[in-house]
Structures are given as C-alpha cells and as structure tokens.
C-alpha cells in the first residue's frame, strides 16, 4: 500500500528523485488531483494525438467508474506460465508500489498509482502471429489518467523518477497534462473503417469439433469444455479504436466496456460477465453461463427467459460455472453469499443465466490472488479445468490471445476489477478478428451451439460497422 502525502508537487518530486537515487531504482510520482466534467471518449481521442498505441479504456457494467489511460509511465509485464504470471505482476507491482510518492487529498479509488491490462486465457498455448506484442500478462501504469467516479472527475499524472535523473522533468509533465486537457475539451471524431466484409475462420471444423467433444462428454470424462471460434473481418481503411469504442459505448450500456492498446494492436470488447470486484474488504463475482436468444416482442422474450430457466442442459451447465466459483473463492472469502437459483441477464443481443457472487476478504489481499484462483472459470475453460484446456488446445487450433482471460485494474489502495474477457476482438489496421465460444456439455447439439456462437459474435460486428439492427 502507498502513503499520501499533501505536500507540494515540486518537493514531491525532488523527494521522488532523491529516493530514486537511494534505492537505485525508478520511483514513481503519482498525482492526483479533481478536475472539471470530461467526456469519457474525447479523453481517450486526445490522448491518441500523443499516446496513440498506449491507450486504455475501462467502463464498469454497474456505470460506477470509468478509467482512461494515455500514454504510459512504466508496464508490468510477465511471459511466466500458470499462476506464476499472475504472482509475479504482483510481487513487482507491490514493490513499485512500496516506493512511489503520491500527492493526493484522499485515497479515492480508482485514481494514483493503477495497473491496467491483460492476461492471456492459455499460458501454455504458444502466442500466435496476430497476438504478439501481448505478454502471458500485461499491466500499463498510465503516464495520464482520467478517472470518473459517479460525478466526481480526476486526473492523475504518473511520472517515473529514475536513478540517473534522465526521463521528462515534472514541468514537461504539467506542460504536456495541460494540452491533453485542452484537447480532450473538444469533441471526439473518428474516421469512418470503410468497407467491411467478414469470414468465418474454419466453421465447419467447429461444429465437427463439437461434436467430437460431445462424444467423448458422453463417456463421462469430463463434464464441459468451452470451445471458442473466431472470424476475420477486413475494411477498406484502418479500423481505430476510437470508432469502435464509440459504437460500443451507446450500444453495450449493460457491459464491461475495455480497450487495450499494444504495439499496433487493440484488444477490445463489450462483456457482461465481471471475474472478480474487490472494493475494500467486498468481493463481488458472477457465475454466468447458459444462452437463449432474445425475443421479438415482450412477450416471447419473456417466453424465452422462462424456457432458459428450465432448460436442464442450460442449467446444467450453468451450475458448474457456480460450484466452480464457490469453491475458488472458499479459502479466502468469508461470508459467502450465492443464491440457490440463477436468474436472467438480459443483453441486447442474448439473455444468459446469471447468479450473482458476494463475499469478503482481509482489505490486504491482493486481486491477483483471487484472479488467480478463479481463472479460467467453467464459463470459458471448462470441468476437469486442466483436462478442458488440453481438449480446448487440441480441437480449437487457434490462439484465443486474451479473449476469455481477465482484463481489468487494480490500484494502490487495494480496490480493483476484473472482468471475463469476452465479446471482444483484435483491431489491426485494416482488419480485426473477434472471438466466440460455447459451453458445451453432453447434450450439446452442433447447429444451436453454432447459432449461440453467431448471436455472440453481434455486439463486436454491430461496433465495427456491420449494418445489423
Ligand atoms: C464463451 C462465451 O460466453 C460464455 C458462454 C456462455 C454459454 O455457453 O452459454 C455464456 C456466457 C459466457 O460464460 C463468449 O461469449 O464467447
Ligand atoms: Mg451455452
């Protein structure tokens, strides 16, 4: 945990170098401040006139915070395998942590020092061309930071001390936070992607896939195996993030909404589904898994909703996701709060099963700890976990990069999030891929999981253009 202090930046900042000195190594100033109203996305478009490539974007699916990164003070990054990923990042997040100097009024979270990032869903699925650039785990400590907070706005200048003294001086920082801040004052704008057209990476091998999975569900082996697919979607012009945030933004008001910005890639999504929320000592999760479509008319989405409930293939397989979670969360979370019966989350383009998860664990511990237990849940890995990810990495043929694994914050404080990275895609130029995938358990029919695949694949196709309602 960090120490606030209320002195002057300037002092601050001589103390940050001295303390650099010292201990030979980089020291971190963080200073957070209130500011008036900005526009989520202007922030973010502004900050791509100076830091495109090194952004971020976090929107939490309850609309209680936003976070905007531009720019980047220092990365905690991990090519570690399994857990030791997860445990590495923080052991060097705690001791940067323990050195930084903060200049704030009060520990308001979400704001100073911050980790933002990814991890990928498989560890020991080898990186493929498309996701290079992304680590096992990579965290950004922004160099500027836009935190909303309810109404209330902060900004937070990161900048890192080194030994030698080189790196920007504290006034090239406040220099550079006022243009940001000027610019971030206009609206956002964004070029048009052009021309789309989409196609289906190896279609009819996932449906076989599905059913070879069935059969050997059927022998009682294993339980469920999630299996995901992708497609390409190619424009005529560059596709940006700005764009496709926007779209996201008005079109995904239920959903996690990220952007993660890597060495000319994005990572990028709308999901529903939170990992883990730790809030002070509160530890928030959720078990969702089991899909029907929505209806066209109240009354057959009502319809729908109830045959979902009672769907015993969709209860089953939404009922390993809760034991799964349960016993996860067991060791380190006291009073532990899961409903007996899920109910319905209703999204624009699919309802699901959803039960909510509820508990409380020492303020000290880490979010890591829980990510690292918690992930990958049944929800997109499967039962047995390790015998799942085997078959997941021998019938899916593709690197799900960090779809499916968690994205998300955590700050000095002890507060952060992380959400189940789905319903996402990577922008690359000209073109992106997007991800999708199923539970699939013994009763798993090929077409209607394909189906579920397709009505998975339409928030990210409606964000980059496509012309579906
Ligand atoms: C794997 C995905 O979604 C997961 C699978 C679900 C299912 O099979 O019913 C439902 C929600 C998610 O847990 C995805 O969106 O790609
Ligand atoms: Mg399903």
């Given at each position: 945990m960090v120490t606030i202090q209320k002195t002057n930046i300037d002092q601050a900042y001589d103390a940050a170098l001295v303390k650099a000195q010292q201990i030979n190594h980089p020291v971190l100033l963080s200073m957070v401040e209130e500011t008036g109203v900005l526009d989520p996305l202007s922030f973010y478009h502004a900050g791509g006139r100076v830091f495109?490539?090194?952004?971020?974007?976090?929107?939490?699916?309850?609309?209680?915070?936003?976070?905007?990164?531009?720019?980047?003070?220092?990365?905690?990054?991990?090519?570690?395998?399994?857990?030791?990923?997860?445990?590495?990042?923080?052991?060097?997040?705690?001791?940067?942590?323990?050195?930084?100097?903060?200049?704030?009024?009060?520990?308001?979270?979400?704001?100073?020092?911050?980790?933002?990032?990814?991890?990928?869903?498989?560890?020991?699925?080898?990186?493929?061309?498309?996701?290079?650039?992304?680590?096992?785990?990579?965290?950004?400590?922004?160099?500027?930071?836009?935190?909303?907070?309810?109404?209330?706005?902060?900004?937070?200048?990161?900048?890192?001390?080194?030994?030698?003294?080189?790196?920007?001086?504290?006034?090239?920082?406040?220099?550079?936070?006022?243009?940001?801040?000027?610019?971030?004052?206009?609206?956002?704008?964004?070029?048009?992607?052009?021309?789309?057209?989409?196609?289906?990476?190896?279609?009819?091998?996932?449906?076989?896939?599905?059913?070879?999975?069935?059969?050997?569900?059927?022998?009682?082996?294993?339980?469920?195996?999630?299996?995901?697919?992708?497609?390409?979607?190619?424009?005529?012009?560059?596709?940006?993030?700005?764009?496709?945030l926007d779209n996201l933004w008005k079109q995904q008001p239920d959903s996690f909404i990220f952007s993660f910005e890597q060495e000319g890639s994005c990572f990028i999504g709308a999901t529903p589904e939170r990992l883990v929320k730790k809030d002070g000592e509160e530890i928030l999760s959720t078990c969702l898994a089991g899909s029907i479509a929505r209806g066209r008319d109240l009354e057959e989405d009502e319809e729908l909703g109830r045959e979902l409930l009672d769907d015993e293939k969709n209860r089953y397989e939404h009922q390993l996701?809760?034991?799964?979670?349960?016993?996860?969360?067991?060791?380190?979370?006291?009073?532990?709060?899961?409903?007996?019966?899920?109910?319905?989350?209703?999204?624009?383009?699919?309802?699901?099963?959803?039960?909510?998860?509820?508990?409380?664990?020492?303020?000290?511990?880490?979010?890591?700890?829980?990510?690292?237990?918690?992930?990958?849940?049944?929800a997109l890995g499967g039962v047995p976990r390790k015998e799942a990810m085997q078959v997941i990495r021998e019938e899916e043929q593709m690197d799900r990069g960090l779809y499916a694994g968690p994205v998300g914050w955590m700050d000095a404080y002890g507060n952060g999030e992380y959400a189940v990275a789905l319903r996402s895609g990577l922008l690359k130029g000209d073109h992106a891929f997007i991800y999708a995938g199923c539970g699939i358990v013994a009763h798993s029919d090929p077409d209607s999981e394909f189906k579920e695949t397709q009505m998975k694949f339409r928030p990210m196709q409606r964000a980059l253009g496509g012309n579906l309602i």
């Open positions: 495109k490539g090194e952004r971020f974007l976090w929107k939490d699916r309850d609309q209680t915070i936003s976070l905007i990164g531009a720019g980047s003070s220092y990365d905690l990054s991990s090519s570690m395998k399994e857990g030791e990923r997860f445990f590495a990042i923080e052991k060097e997040w705690k001791r940067f942590i323990s050195d930084a100097v903060v200049v704030s009024r009060e520990e308001w979270p979400g704001t100073g020092p911050l980790a933002f990032g990814g991890f990928r869903f498989d560890s020991a699925n080898p990186v493929s061309e498309e996701w290079t650039g992304f680590n096992e785990g990579s965290l950004r400590i922004p160099r500027y930071m836009l935190t909303k907070a309810g109404e209330a706005n902060y900004l937070t200048v990161n900048v890192v001390c080194l030994p030698d003294g080189s790196g920007p001086s504290l006034q090239q920082c406040l220099k550079e936070r006022d243009r940001l801040l000027m610019m971030a004052s206009e609206p956002a704008s964004h070029e048009d992607p052009g021309e789309m057209s989409a196609e289906d990476i190896r279609p009819l091998e996932w449906k076989q896939s599905v059913r070879n999975v069935v059969d050997r569900l059927k022998t009682g082996e294993m339980e469920k195996v999630v299996l995901a697919r992708k497609t390409k979607v190619s424009f005529s012009d560059e596709v940006t993030s700005d764009f496709v996701v809760v034991d799964s979670i349960r016993q996860a969360l067991s060791d380190d979370c006291k009073r532990l709060s899961i409903p007996d019966e899920p109910q319905l989350m209703k999204l624009k383009d699919i309802q699901h099963l959803y039960t909510p998860v509820k508990g409380t664990a020492p303020a000290g511990l880490s979010i890591l700890t829980l990510v690292e237990k918690l992930h990958p849940t049944p």
